[in-house]
């Protein structure tokens, strides 16, 4: 029989109408706030890239759109919180208001230091939106301004969030069968 990657998912865990007005509703509210401050949004590759292409079609007002790799290395070590900036920013950033889209918020920790290294080449304002949160595995306190969805601490695919680079493209977000991981 020909293999479906959906015939990997256990659970669906939001139906991409869940996901539809959950998106809908973040975006009037951030129409609201950002009227007339022409905000920079930035996404952070690659996990975020469909929530972005939605989250900014549903806003209203004009907006620059841009977008930054980074990898956060020494997780869980001492030298965890350094996070190295593979692709910038194409622009500067002084002065802007500046509005983090990210998939997912977990440890915390590369998006504190981010957010760091962003408020100090001068922006003037930085907000974060975030589909998903784990709360039970943050290591570092990061406020939140735009939240989805709180999750338990499963590890979850589709809508842009991968499994061994994997499931990205699934329109919605679900947990895998125990045998994707090589369980039975
Ligand atoms: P922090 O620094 O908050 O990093 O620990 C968050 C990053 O961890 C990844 N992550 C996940 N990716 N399903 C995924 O596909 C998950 O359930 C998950 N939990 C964490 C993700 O890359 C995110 O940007
Ligand atoms: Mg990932």
């Known amino acids: ?60 007002t004009p907006c620059n759109v841009d977008f ?19 692709k910038d920013i194409a622009q500067p950033i002084d002065g802007r208001d500046l509005l983090i889209v990210e998939d997912i918020l977990d440890s915390g920790v ?16 930085i907000r974060l939106c975030t589909l998903l949160s784990k709360p039970e595995r943050r290591k570092i306190n990061v406020d939140v301004d735009y939240l989805g969805f709180e999750i338990p601490d499963e590890f979850v695919v589709g809508y842009g969030l991968d499994y061994a680079e994997k499931y990205r493209n699934l329109p919605y977000i679900g947990v895998l069968k125990p045998y994707v991981y090589g369980g039975e």
């Open 1 to 60: 029989m020909a293999y479906n990657m959906r015939d990997d998912i256990k659970e669906v865990y939001f139906t991409e109408e869940q996901l539809h007005e959950k998106v809908a509703e973040l975006g009037a509210r951030i129409t609201e706030d950002y009227r007339d401050k022409n905000p920079l949004i930035v996404s952070v590759l690659k996990g975020s890239y469909v929530f972005m292409a939605d989250l900014t079609r549903a806003i209203d």
């Open 68 to 86: 930054m790799v980074v990898s956060s290395y020494g997780k869980g070590t001492k030298t965890s919180g350094e996070v190295q900036i593979i």
């Open 110 to 125: 590369t998006l504190h230091y981010l957010m760091q290294i962003l408020a100090a080449r001068g922006a003037n304002s």
